[in-house]
């Protein structure tokens, strides 16, 4: 049976001298992350670690998180990333109280690993599984057997623009399906150099990631739609020399053409430096990309849309109602302690225009609100808001207003600005832009 520890070895063995480094900490050889990583499962196993048992990884340190990770799938447990405590907002906090519940108080390991004599028995339990963002309420873990991992790298190999002799630089979290299977286990996979840094050091100052770029040599990056818009504003003025980089893989939010465009202008790479990417923990990861890099829109609603690009090959869509349903040999079959769920399709949530470049995403079907017979989405509301000078952010939400769907906006207002004036243009600036009033309320940080 193959198994996903099969690329461990495998770059172990083809290419010892590549690894993974850890901005400002160390870099780490395949062969001594395996040799690690079986010390760690040897450790687990004397602790008496059941096959299939789960695994609760907390660690904000990837130095420590993938020798556990991989630690857990050699023992043949299955492993459970969540943002630890260190890293969780209040939102995230509860989340995790939630999850932990859920999962009946399950092992748990943070920074400090067990050790014991080398193991290497991965076993057939699912490695991994994901409790993606939307699941927090009722708590959901996507179950993803070594078969849905291996089908989706394979797809993405297949597809992306990227080759062995890459480096790849990251910030993505390592609790994150991108920021694991798309940013890890991909370029295991080919036996690719890869570089990460922990968020917070890339958010806190988005210039010390691009300084990374630069000073690592790093061909890929990835990144987040919002993360890029930070990016551009922090690199105005500074010199960075990011010609080395081919691609920026964007995803895992709504992608914005002109953000894409702001970054090229200060950045002076070309358009085709950006691969646009559409994915969802419930097909392990990615679902729609390009073989190539560039912008290509289309207009939806009277707004630009980020064209994605086609499903990935050997996957199948479908188009029901505006939302796109997917199936094929990487989406999940079952969630944590549930019985497989039957469905020949899944749904993503998200709605979809099909263009003969491919789909493009409009927006999540649960944030639509019709206003006038106006499709509007939240995540364009809030975009537009934010455009207005003294908006920090912006939460898009529907109510009803005599007797008919409205939206409404809460705003937080720049420190030090009188909340009323910002307000005003900011209904003038949606007005003008949409064609519909909008409510909006200010809100102060706590």
Partial sequence: MRTIADWLVSAAERCPERGMGVHGVERIRFDALLERSQRVAGGLRQAGLAPGEPVVLLTHRP?????????????????????????????????????????RDPRVL??????????????EAPPLVQFSSGTTRHPAGIVLEHRHLIANVEQMVERFPIHEGDLKLTWMPHYHDMGLIGCHLLPLAMGMEQLRMRPDQAMRDPLVWLRAAEESGATLLSTTNFALARATERLRGHAVDLSRVRHIFNGAEPIQAQVCRAFCQVSGLPDSVHVPLYGLAEASVGVCA?????LHTIEVDGLER?????????????VVDGELQVRGPNVHERLWGEAPHGKPWVGTGDVVVDTPQGLAIVGRRKDLVVVNGRNLHADDVEHLAEEVEGVRFAVAFPETRDEAEALALRVQVDRGLDPPPVLWALQDHLRGQLGVEVRCEAVFAI
Avoid at 87 to 96: F, G, I, K, Q
Avoid at 112 to 123: A, I, R, T, V
Avoid at 306 to 318: A, E, F, K, Y
């Fill in 63 to 103: 130095e420590v998180f993938f020798p556990a990770f991989w630690g857990v799938v050699l023992a043949g447990g299955t492993a459970v990333p969540l943002a630890g405590a260190r890293d969780a907002s209040p939102h995230e906090a509860r989340r995790l109280r939630r999850v932990l519940t859920f999962m």
């Fill in 110 to 123: 943070e920074d400090d690993l067990p050790s014991g004599k080398p193991l290497h028995e991965p076993g």
């Fill in 290 to 294: 390009p073989d190539h890099g560039g």
């Fill in 306 to 318: 980020v064209i994605i690009g086609p499903l990935l090959d050997g996957m199948q869509g479908r």
